[in-house]
T-cell receptor, first 116, second 115 residues
Framework: NAGVMQNPRHLVRRRGQEARLRCSPM?????VYWYRQLPEEGLKFMVY????????ESGMPKERFSAEFPKEGPSILRIQQVVRGDSAAYFC??????????????FGEGSWLTVV | GESVGLHLPTLSVQEGDNSIINCAYS??????FIWYKQESGKGPQFIID?????DKRQGQRVTVLLNKTVKHLSLQIAATQPGDSAVYFC??????????????FGKGTRLHILP
């Protein structure tokens, strides 16, 4: 079984451009989570989605950031008008169902965004 | 802020010795805990998990202990090897409402293996 697939693995954007990060969950997984990690820090929760629904976006910055998980296709994390502070590793994770229901969450290898 | 924290940011262990990485959590409603290993440039790799109805769980060379009374979690790695060098994170799931069905990470402990 393929794991959580993220692309691109590395992305360089100039200030003011848009960054789009994609995540294909593991087969059979309908729950997707996005996290951000700055160097030498832990992973910070951003958003939790199920198919076509945003369940919890409490970790998303109020502006410029958006996420979706359409009925078909990968989940997308979009960052508009990027600034240098957006430079980080962005990790996607997926689970087959609720964690309360005995499921486990697995992570992809991340997308490293560098804003120049 | 994060409620899951670690006592030590860096741990150095002699190769072949056992490693113990500690983690404290503050939310007594948390009922699911996971340890992840993260190597440089890679994503978090699942090591072992434990639910709150257990106080110990063993895997291959790893053991997780959960003490709900003092809200403390530990990861024990037996016979530490050079390949165990990484940053280790504990994470908790707070249960409750559907929107809380996510995991929250601590800051991590870097494990150094001494030859």
């Amino acid at each position: 079984n393929a794991g959580v697939m993220q692309n691109p693995r590395h992305l360089v954007r100039r200030r003011g451009q848009e960054a789009r990060l994609r995540c294909s969950p593991m087969k059979g997984h309908s729950h997707v989570y996005w996290y951000r990690q700055l160097p030498e820090e832990g992973l910070k929760f951003m958003v939790y989605l199920q198919k076509e629904n945003i369940i919890d976006e409490s970790g998303m910055p109020k502006e410029r950031f958006s996420a979706e998980f359409p009925k078909e296709g990968p989940s997308i994390l979009r960052i508009q008008q990027v600034v240098r502070g957006d430079s980080a590793a962005y990790f996607c994770a997926s689970s087959p169902g609720s964690l309360r229901g005995g499921n486990t969450i697995y992570f992809g290898e991340g997308s490293w965004l560098t804003v120049v | 802020g994060e409620s899951v924290g670690l006592h030590l940011p860096t741990l150095s262990v002699q190769e072949g010795d056992n490693s113990i990485i500690n983690c404290a959590y503050s939310n007594s409603a948390s009922d699911y805990f996971i340890w992840y290993k993260q190597e440089s440039g890679k994503g978090p790799q699942f090591i072992i998990d434990i639910r709150s109805n257990m106080d110990k769980r063993q895997g291959q060379r790893v053991t997780v202990l959960l003490n709900k009374t003092v809200k403390h979690l530990s990861l024990q790695i037996a016979a530490t090897q050079p390949g165990d060098s990484a940053v280790y994170f504990c994470a908790e799931n707070r249960g409750g409402e559907n929107r809380d069905d996510k995991i929250i990470f601590g800051k991590g402990t870097r494990l150094h293996i001494l030859p």
